[in-house]
């Protein structure tokens, strides 16, 4: 069964760190596109960073410098440091798939969240 | 980036009625090269992920209710639940997948039983 599980989200003091972690079953992460979402309480979607298969990153510009994609292709698990948090960082966070090269997201994990706040 | 604007923010059905929601790009995500609109619409119920529902528009995913379509071309999508039934309550997002390396979600539209 192909499937996304999100862990290390928690409660974080502003400047804090946190890395999330996603651990992917039926299919090789390294071969294919890789993204976070995130998802703001009551708010809407945003992708904040994406690994392509070549090992390429990108980052929103609300995160560049601050967040980190990788992956461990041993483990078969996705990451997001993510440094230097902000109050805005609040949200529940998603790894997703695209399917086929960089296209739409196919499959998603369960989310795990992070809140930022003294 | 491209924006995506969804209408209506929300709207209330009554159970077997249609509901329809609109889905427009600030430019144009059908790429010439293979005549392909690169936008995909989910389903996301409280305390969920998104659940992917249509892609290029109008292709159903595997195991999606046949109630549910997607049309449209260009920068003008719709999404259209032919008969609301109880277990559709959620927020629906359209993304363009259009553009590289941002792709970009509509803000959402909730859909509540009348």
């Known amino acids: 069964e192909v499937q996304l599980v999100e862990s290390g989200g928690g409660l974080v003091q502003p400047g804090g760190s946190l890395r999330l972690s996603c651990a992917a079953s039926?299919?090789?992460?390294?071969?294919?596109?890789m993204s976070w979402v995130r998802q703001a309480p009551g708010k809407g979607l945003e992708c904040v960073s994406v690994?392509?298969?070549?090992?390429?990153?990108y980052y929103v510009d609300s995160v560049k410098g601050r967040f980190t994609i990788s992956r461990d292709n041993s483990k078969n698990t996705l990451y997001l440091q993510m440094n230097s948090l902000r109050t805005e960082d609040t949200a529940v966070y998603y790894c997703?798939?695209?399917?086929?090269?960089?296209?739409?997201?196919?499959?998603w994990g369960k989310g795990t969240t992070v809140t930022v706040s003294s | 980036d491209i924006v995506m604007t969804q209408s209506p923010d929300s709207l209330a059905v009554s159970l077997g009625a249609r509901a329809t929601i609109n889905c427009k790009s600030s430019?144009?995500?059908?790429?010439?090269?293979?005549?392909?609109?690169?936008l995909a619409w989910y389903q996301q119920k409280p305390g969920q992920p998104p659940k992917l529902l249509i892609y290029?528009?109008?292709t159903r995913e595997s195991g999606v209710p046949d109630r549910f379509s997607g049309s449209g071309s260009g920068t003008d999508f719709t999404l259209t639940i032919s008969s609301l039934q109880a277990e559709d309550v959620a927020v629906y997002y359209c993304?363009?997948?259009?553009?590289?390396?941002?792709?970009?979600f509509g803000q959402g539209t909730k859909v509540e039983i009348k």
């Open positions: 997703a798939r695209h399917t086929t090269y960089y296209y739409y997201l196919d499959v």
């Open positions: 039926g299919f090789t992460v390294s071969s294919n596109y």
């Open positions: 690994i392509y298969s070549d090992g390429s990153t």
């Open positions: 430019q144009s995500v059908l790429h010439s090269s293979n005549n392909k609109n690169y």
């Open positions: 290029w528009a109008s």
């Open positions: 993304h363009q997948y259009y553009s590289t390396p941002r792709k970009t």
